[in-house]
């Protein structure tokens, strides 16, 4: 399903004009973003609202993205952030990298929110050399093949108790002709990992039904 369809259009704008109305930061992050050529991907307002809400929970105070785009996703989970807390995403492209910092810059979230560039996997590699501090919540939203590969690769790098989140884990999975994509190995993955408990929240977005894939690292 590529657009919502029937009432579930209705129920997305209800639940965003209900309970995620954009402000201004969050507004222009996404009209910069598409007037730098950016591929109009982010997450929804909604599931933007939805991870602010479970990094509180988390008690965040170290948050790390995988896939940054221009800093949309970043600047609600950013928020959760106490004013100590900080904020690392991983980014491939340059340019996405550029735009995201302006765009974080003017939600005021600089001093939090480190861009750094580079192949997802190299970067987490060389933070796992480095003796890189432990995180309360990893979000991963890259290409979506990498993801068994940034699972292998986050894991040691999330808190005991910590919550991992995959963005893109429902369509895919289920729709996807190719019968092994990296979201479906993602999710078996994680559902037969008994140091996770794990679920798919489905998530509504202008672009149609996705999924969540919400784990805790701590087994049932
Ligand atoms: N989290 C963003 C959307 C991310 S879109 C939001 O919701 O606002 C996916 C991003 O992953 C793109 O910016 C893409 O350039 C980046 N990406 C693709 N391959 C990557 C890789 N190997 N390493 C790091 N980032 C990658
Ligand atoms: C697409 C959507 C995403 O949320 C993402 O992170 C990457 C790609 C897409 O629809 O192509
Ligand atoms: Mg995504």
New binding site residues.
Partial sequence: MTELEGPLEGFHNYIVDTFAPEDDALTSAREESKRAGLPE?S?SPSQGKLLHILARLAGARRILEV?TLGGYSAIWLARSLPIDGSMISLELDPHHADVARRNIERAGLSPQVEVRVGAAADSLQKMREAGEEVFDVIFI?ADKDGYPKYLELCLPLLREGGLLLG??TLPDAVLDASADSGTKRYNTTVAANSELTSVIVPALRSRGVDGLTISIKSGA
């Fill in positions: 991907i997450i896939g939203d963005d893109n």
